[in-house]
């Protein structure tokens, strides 16, 4: 059963970074797309960026593109994201979610989804 499992979200001030984790369980990378999907109060879920384990990486920020990253720890099974430069508007819940092989957009594409993990960004 594949599982999904978010971690390293918290109140970060303006201008800060985070690292976000999420742990597969249940399958790897190989054969897959994890992708980062976040969802502000009020607003749809909008994706973030994704890797898939041919390598690729699809970028998917409206604004910013450079203040995210997103990278694999195969040691770990995890996926980790890089969030530098923080600003009120990253604020929202985190989910990480998987689909076989391709990154794509939509979150309607992806079936598997993790819990989330809250970011707040606040002075």
């Known amino acids: 059963q594949k599982q999904l499992v978010e971690s390293g979200g918290g109140l970060v001030q303006p201008g800060g970074s985070l690292k976000l984790s999420c742990e597969l369980s249940?399958?790897?990378?190989?054969?897959?797309?994890i992708a980062w999907f976040r969802q502000a109060p009020g607003k749809e879920r909008e994706a973030v960026i994704c890797?898939?384990?041919?390598?690729?990486?699809?970028n998917y920020a409206a604004s910013g593109k450079d203040r995210f990253t997103i990278s694999w720890n195969n040691a770990e099974n995890t996926v980790h994201l890089q969030v530098n430069d923080l600003k009120a508007e990253d604020t929202g819940v985190y989910y990480c979610?998987?689909?076989?092989?391709?990154?794509?957009?939509?979150?309607?594409?992806?079936?598997?989804w993790g819990r989330g993990t809250q970011v707040t960004v606040s002075s």
């Open positions: 249940g399958f790897t990378l190989e054969g897959h797309a």
């Open positions: 890797i898939s384990g041919i390598g690729g990486i699809m």
């Open positions: 979610a998987t689909r076989l092989q391709l990154c794509s957009g939509p979150a309607v594409n992806y079936l598997t």
